[in-house]
C-alpha cells in the first residue's frame, strides 16, 4: 500500500484536473453572466419577450422551440433580443411589464409587440411612451448613472407603422415618401432622447424587406418576394442611415450602430431557398411554420370549443419564418449570427 500512495496521489489529482477543466469547460460553454452590463430594449415584436399578455404570443404553440410553453415571445423560440442579450453575456432582460425589483441587473425590455413609432392598429405604449417609462424609471433611482454609462440599448421599430400606412391607404404606395420622412425623422428624435438619457452605446435595427414577408408572398404560392415593398423597406434604410450618421456626428463619437436586418433576411433566405431547390425535403423560406386551417385564422387560433385552427410544420428548426410576419427560432439564429460584426462594434470599449 505505501508503494502505491505516489500513484494513486497522481491520479487522483490528474482526477482532479481534469474535472476542474471539464467545469472550466462548461462554464464557457454556458455563460457566466455579467451583472455589470444592462440591456434596455424598445420597440416592436420583434424584440418583445412578453409585454403584451392579451396577444396570441401567450398561446400555444408559441414557444414550443423554446422555452416549451408560451412565454410572450413572437416565434416558437427565441428572438433578436435573446440572441444580442446572450452575446453581451447577459440575460435576457426582464419584460417591463413582468418587472420584479429583484431581477433589474440586466436591463429591462419595453418593447411590446405590434406598436411602432407613432401609434399603430393596436391599442399598445408606442416607442415614445416606453422611453416615458424609462425615463421615470430612472427618475425613481432604479437604474443610476454609472448603470446607464455600462449599457446597451435596443431599437426596432416602424414595421408596424409601414402595415397601419398600408392597410389605411389600401396597400397604395401614394404618399409613402413623405411618411417614410417622418417616421424617420421621429425615430431620430427618439434615438436622440435615449442617449440624452444616459445611455451611449445604441443598436437600432434596420427594416427587414417588407416584401418578403409571409403575408405579402401568400398571394405568390410562397414563390418570391414584394418587389415594390421592399423598396419601401430600402428607402427608409438609407434615410435612417443618413440620421444615425448626422446624429453621431452631432455628439462627436459613434453611439449609434445599424444592425442590417434587410440585407441579413435576404441573404439568409436566398441560403435557405439554395438549399430547398437542391433539396425538396427542406423548407420554403418564404413559408410560414405556423399557419391558420383557412384565411379566417391564424397562427393559435381556436374555435369556441377549444379545437385548433392552426397547422405547425413539421420541423421548424428548419423554418426561416414562425408566421406571417416573424421569424422562428432558427430564423433569427442565421440572422443574429450575420449581425454580428455589427454588435461587436457597439461592445468596443472606445464607443
Known amino acids: 500500500m505505501t508503494k502505491q500512495?505516489?500513484?494513486?496521489?497522481?491520479?487522483?489529482?490528474?482526477?482532479?484536473?481534469?474535472?476542474?477543466i471539464i467545469i472550466t469547460a462548461e462554464g464557457t460553454s454556458y455563460g457566466t453572466y455579467d451583472n455589470r452590463m444592462k440591456l434596455f430594449v424598445f420597440g416592436d415584436s420583434y424584440v418583445d419577450t412578453g409585454n403584451y399578455f392579451t396577444s396570441p404570443s401567450y398561446k400555444l404553440p408559441y414557444g414550443i422551440t423554446?422555452?416549451?410553453?408560451?412565454s410572450g415571445r413572437f416565434s416558437d423560440g427565441r428572438v433578436l433580443t435573446d440572441y444580442v442579450a446572450s452575446f453581451l453575456n447577459i440575460k435576457s432582460p426582464r419584460p417591463y411589464s413582468l418587472k420584479?425589483?429583484?431581477?433589474?441587473?440586466?436591463?429591462?425590455n419595453f418593447a411590446y409587440g405590434g406598436t411602432g413609432v407613432f401609434h399603430t392598429l393596436i391599442d399598445g405604449p408606442n416607442m415614445t411612451v416606453q422611453i416615458d417609462t424609462?425615463?421615470?424609471?430612472?427618475?425613481?433611482?432604479?437604474?443610476?448613472?454609472?448603470?446607464?454609462?455600462?449599457s446597451i440599448s435596443l431599437v426596432s421599430?416602424?414595421?408596424?407603422?409601414?402595415?397601419?400606412?398600408?392597410?389605411?391607404?389600401?396597400?397604395?404606395?401614394?404618399?409613402?415618401?413623405?411618411?417614410?420622412?417622418s417616421l424617420v425623422k421621429q425615430l431620430s428624435l427618439n434615438l436622440k432622447r435615449i442617449q440624452s438619457?444616459?445611455?451611449?452605446?445604441?443598436a437600432i435595427v434596420l427594416l427587414e424587406p417588407i416584401g418578403c414577408l409571409p403575408i405579402a408572398t401568400e398571394n405568390t404560392s410562397y414563390e418570391k418576394c414584394n418587389g415594390t415593398l421592399n423598396t419601401v423597406a430600402m428607402n427608409h434604410n438609407h434615410l435612417l442611415l443618413q440620421a444615425v450618421e448626422e446624429l453621431n456626428k452631432e455628439i462627436g463619437k459613434s453611439v449609434f450602430v445599424t444592425l442590417d436586418l434587410f440585407n441579413s433576411f435576404l441573404s439568409t433566405i436566398a441560403s435557405m431557398q439554395r438549399n430547398h431547390e437542391a433539396n425538396s425535403t427542406l423548407m420554403n423560406p418564404l413559408q410560414p411554420c405556423c399557419v391558420g386551417v383557412s384565411s379566417s385564422y391564424y397562427c393559435g387560433s381556436v374555435d369556441e370549443k377549444g379545437?385548433?385552427?392552426y397547422s405547425v410544420c413539421d420541423k421548424p428548426g428548419l423554418s426561416?419564418?414562425?408566421?406571417?410576419f416573424h421569424p422562428s427560432q432558427n430564423g433569427w439564429h442565421a440572422v443574429y449570427k450575420r449581425v454580428q460584426s455589427s454588435l461587436r462594434k457597439i461592445e468596443d470599449k472606445n464607443l
Open 197 to 202: 438619457l444616459g445611455i451611449n452605446k445604441i
Open 320 to 324: 426561416f419564418y414562425w408566421n406571417n
Open 5 to 20: 500512495t505516489p500513484l494513486i496521489t497522481r491520479l487522483l489529482s490528474l482526477l482532479l484536473l481534469l474535472f476542474t
Open 66 to 70: 423554446f422555452p416549451g410553453k408560451p
Open 134 to 150: 424609462f425615463e421615470k424609471l430612472i427618475q425613481q433611482n432604479v437604474y443610476t448613472k454609472p448603470d446607464l454609462q455600462s
Open 100 to 108: 420584479k425589483s429583484s431581477e433589474l441587473q440586466y436591463g429591462m
Open 157 to 181: 421599430a416602424a414595421g408596424n407603422d409601414y402595415l397601419k400606412f398600408f392597410v389605411k391607404n389600401g396597400r397604395s404606395t401614394k404618399g409613402v415618401s413623405k411618411f417614410t420622412a
Open 307 to 309: 379545437a385548433k385552427k
